[in-house]
């Protein structure tokens, strides 16, 4: 019988967190099942222990890769340019557009989860509330070098009006009272921090 050394182990959680992180965005935190993430990655349930000791495990690594992934779209952003103001707006215009409010599968996980964290547990949420954090973080900083006065205060309410204004136009059945919310906060966001100037 042969067995598969450390790499090929962590090449397989990786493909599990993947679809944990999928699965997560497309059924709820609550509505994944063990069985359908170790199949959608390739996987039998019973090898699902060699890698996590626990559901809950397994839906904090997934909610982990959620905000990694988001994380890197903000990077993108801030590596576009070496001027702050022109990377926040990039990932405001982002943020706030028909692609991002559309994906289903990918881009941040806070719409998604927000109305789900009351009900997420142990070290799943400590995984979100981390994952807030940093994007928070992120925004503070570029806030920061842009000379706004309390950035983390700021970066705070920045994050809470992009995902709400998100949320909002996911469930608004009409796609031009869908768009007009995301063009409004736009509009509202690039006024407010000067980003029209």
Known sequence: MARYGSEHKAQSRERVVAE????????????ISVAGVMGAAGLTHGAFYAHFPSRDALLAAG??????DSRGRLEASQAETTDARSALNSYIRFYLSRSHRDARTSGCPLPFLSAEAPR????????FAAGVAGLTD???GLLAEMGQPEPQALATSVLSEMVGAVSLARAEPDPA????????SRAALRARLGLDL
């Open 138 to 140: 992120r925004i503070a």
């Open 177 to 184: 009272r869908s768009d007009a919310i995301l063009t409004a």
């Open 20 to 31: 944990a992180a999928k699965a997560i965005r497309e059924q709820g935190p609550h509505g």
């Open 120 to 127: 997420l547990t142990g070290e799943t949420r400590e995984r």
């Open 63 to 68: 909610v982990e890769r959620m905000f990694l």
